[in-house]
């Protein structure tokens, strides 16, 4: 079972910058992509950004364009997603994910960001 572990939430003023760290337990050979999500009190789970293993490819919620953005270090199994230009609506409790090939999907714990105005 792979484990997947965020770090790097916090409580920031709006407009500031906070950098989350996911760092797998062991190299997933057969990852599709990987994906940050996020979860607000009262909203469900929506999708943030996404990087496929194969290409590097990206995605981003139209919310988080030009302020967000994520990458990923191969040889530290680990998945990054840089904060910029912070808004009170981006807090959130925020899920590192990683979806196989398979169709099997990871999860880590998550991580509270909380941004004030």
């Known amino acids: 079972q792979v484990q997947l572990v965020e770090s790097g939430g916090g409580l920031v003023q709006a407009g500031g910058s906070l950098r989350l760290s996911c760092a797998a337990s062991?190299?997933?050979?057969?990852?599709?992509?990987y994906g940050w999500y996020r979860q607000a009190p009262g909203k469900q789970r929506e999708l943030v950004a996404l990087?496929?293993?194969?290409?590097?490819?990206?995605n981003y919620a139209d919310s988080v364009k030009g302020r967000f953005t994520i990458s990923r270090d191969s040889t530290k199994n680990t998945v990054y997603l840089q904060m910029n230009s912070l808004k009170p609506e981006d807090t959130a409790v925020y899920y590192c994910?990683?979806?196989?090939?398979?169709?099997?999907?990871?999860w880590g714990q998550g991580t509270q960001v909380t941004v004030s105005s």
């Open positions: 994910n990683a979806d196989e090939f398979t169709g099997s999907r990871h």
């Open positions: 990087i496929r293993r194969i290409g590097s490819s990206t």
């Open positions: 062991r190299s997933i050979f057969n990852i599709n992509a």
